[in-house]
């Protein structure tokens, strides 16, 4: 698979700073436009066998969201560095594409990574 992120409601330059890290992982990095949302996450990522069909009764979302596709641990690691170097800083809502997640949408994608970051944030409260 192709190295890339998909980009969920990044512009001006927080776009530019997350185009520049994936650079700097020798990743592409690909916007998903709202149209798209309602799209298997297998078919944005390119993964042959899906297809290109939406789900047109898809939920939208605000949040910036990122969707690393083919990252290996040390890529992971490498990409919040240069996050932080090219002045986009913490991104709260990312994940990494799997096989399970492949046959989500980007809305079920978004709520899962949404609830996982919310649980986080309680067990931290409660520490």
């Keep these: ?10 512009s001006g330059e927080r776009l530019s700073g997350v185009k520049l890290a994936a ?14 949302y309602g799209k298997k996450l297998g078919c944005l ?5 899906f297809e290109d069909a939406a789900d047109t009764e898809h939920e939208d979302f605000q949040e ?10 040390e ?3 490498m990409l919040i560095r240069s996050l932080r170097k090219y002045g986009v800083g913490r991104v709260a809502l990312k994940a990494i594409l799997t096989e399970t997640n492949t046959e ?8 899962a990574v949404k609830q996982d970051h ?3 944030l309680r067990r931290r409260q409660q520490q």
């Design 1 to 10: 698979m192709k190295k890339q992120i998909l980009a969920y409601n990044f």
């Design 23 to 36: 650079v700097s992982v020798k990743a592409v990095t690909r916007e998903i436009a709202k149209a798209d």
């Design 45 to 49: 990522a390119g993964i042959k066998g």
């Design 64 to 73: 910036e969201l990122l969707l690393m596709c083919g990252f290996s641990g």
């Design 75 to 77: 890529d992971i690691e």
């Design 104 to 111: 989500w949408t980007s809305c079920e994608l978004y709520r």
């Design 118 to 120: 919310e649980e986080m």
